[in-house]
Nanobody, 126 residues
Framework: QVQLVESGGGLVQAGGSLRLSCAASGRTFSSYAMGWFRQAPGKEREFVATTVRSGGSTYYADSVKGRFTISRDNAKNTVYLQMNTLKPEDTSVYYC???????????????????WGQGTQVTVSS
């Protein structure tokens, strides 16, 4: 089992940047594929990005491709989401999620992930 805690959210102007962090408990972090999702009020949870256990492969939603970067540091039990050129439509609660093992194609459905953090709010003003 793994516990996840997100941080780094906040209020930023359009065009700005934020870096989210997700710290995981336990000694088996490198056994989990990791993902970032987001959910705006009244909307379903939406896939943002995912990475395999080693961090060597990544996959992004079209809406964030070229602007967001997912990365991980297995020595620090942490996964990151660097968000650049933020837009008002990126405003959401952002969640990190963990899935045991690697799968191909990379998982993008929330139902494919087993553990979730509590979320961190990102607000982008226009």
């Amino acid at each position: 089992q793994v516990q996840l805690v997100e941080s780094g959210g906040g209020l930023v102007q359009a065009g700005g940047s934020l870096r989210l962090s997700c710290a995981a408990s336990g000694r088996t972090f490198s056994s989990y594929a990791m993902g970032w999702f987001r959910q705006a009020p009244g909307k379903e949870r939406e896939f943002v990005a995912t990475t395999v256990r080693s961090g060597g492969s990544t996959y992004y939603a079209d809406s964030v491709k070229g602007r967001f970067t997912i990365s991980r540091d297995n020595a620090k039990n942490t996964v990151y989401l660097q968000m650049n050129t933020l837009k008002p439509e990126d405003t959401s609660v952002y969640y990190c999620a963990a899935r045991w093992g690697d799968n191909w194609p990379l998982p993008t459905n929330p139902n494919q992930f087993h553990y979730w953090g509590q979320g961190t709010q990102v607000t982008v003003s226009s």
